[in-house]
């Protein structure tokens, strides 16, 4: 018999891949709330799961949390940002929350099912984008305006210090543009879906 994790008032609780899978194929399954860019959810996400954008949720967090009516695991690639969504969650007084150890990552290292469909780039790939973009035109530019390469330097300094401290900054601005945050439209379907699914009452995620 699978046993469910327990549910406390306004503080997440950490969740393993593995007993995410297990919860999910129960009676009582959870609702997934992923909240990862657009393009990231597109790429590869939880099947049935539901795509709010952190800095969408965090906006809208009252909005978000007035559908959220059971349990509810937040994901994100890592665990990081899906953190964030719980505190900004627990602001509200939201209960039943819990994120997913590891995010998508530890998800697919453990062998869980993931679904694709089609949307905007990655949130990495844009970051590759933008930055091998910065030093090209850096560098071509420099032939012609010497200080130019210091933007080049720049830019190499500012991924040397993400990879030391596992931040991004250009990350983190690039994800409050407006095809990573949603859009209101997407928003307003994700509710609407949450909405269904607690009308019907089913016992497994829709999406």
Known sequence: MTSTPTRTPAHPVEIGAAELRAWLAGGSAPRVLDVRTPGEFAAGHVPGSYNIPLATLTEHARSVADHLDQDVVLVCRSGARASAAAQALAGTGSEGMHVLTGGMQAWSGAGGEVAETSGPWDLERQVRLVAGGVVLTSVLASTLV???????????????????SNTCAMGQALMRMPWNRGGRRQLEGALRGLSERSNASVGAPQG
């Open 146 to 164: 010497p200080g130019a390469k210091w933007v080049a330097a720049g830019i190499g300094g500012g991924l040397t210090f993400a990879a030391l």
